[in-house]
């Protein structure tokens, strides 16, 4: 479990990467740079982020997705669990996360040499979808088609919402997106 002083940390190298991110360009900023101005060692940085791209597309979020999928009805087709269990996560993201995330993708969006990052990243939530639903009972082929098919679609929102109008929220957009792949009745 992370300490307080620990979040604390990454959370201001997060400000500060975006910050610089966002005055100067993703490219045109150095891991100096943004450990300097949050304050600590390029060692420091890279206890907390294993990349430079790492600060922006990387989140907590895995086990929470994956515990939501894995808490819808185990009847339903390994791809409704999956969009269910993705429109439920949603509901977990704090206001305040919400935010930092819109300024995150808004630069993945504008920077097409984060395009590769964002896909290691999906690939790692898949990756915790597809245990889930094995661990449930599903098909590992059935699985990683439902989790690849709900993450493109979700993947398609959030570079969407990178560069929406501000009172569009991400919520709306995944489940916009999620909602082309319920079957018809389905709740969106």
Request: hydrophobic share 50%.
């Amino acid at each position: 479990m992370a300490t307080s002083r620990t979040l604390r940390t990454r959370a201001r190298i997060l400000d500060a990467a975006l910050d610089l991110f966002e005055r100067q360009g993703y490219d045109a900023t150095t891991v100096n740079q943004v450990a300097e101005a949050a304050g600590v060692t390029p060692m420091t940085f890279f206890r907390h982020f294993a990349t430079k791209d790492a600060v922006l597309v990387t989140d907590p979020y895995d086990p929470l997705i994956a515990e939501a999928v894995g808490d819808q009805p185990g009847h339903l087709p390994p791809l409704e669990r999956t969009r269910r269990g993705l429109l439920a996560a949603l509901g977990d993201i704090t206001p305040t996360e919400d935010a930092t995330a819109r300024r995150r993708v808004a630069l993945v969006a504008r920077s097409p040499s984060l395009r590769a990052a964002v896909a290691v990243g999906t690939e790692a939530t898949q990756d915790a979808i597809v245990e889930r639903l094995v661990a449930d009972g599903t098909d590992r082929l059935d699985a990683a088609i439902a989790a690849a098919a709900c993450l493109a679609a979700t993947t398609a929102a959030l570079l969407a919402w990178g560069t929406a109008p501000d009172d569009v929220t991400l919520a709306q957009l995944v489940r916009r997106a999620l909602a082309h792949l319920a079957p018809a009745g389905a709740p969106s």
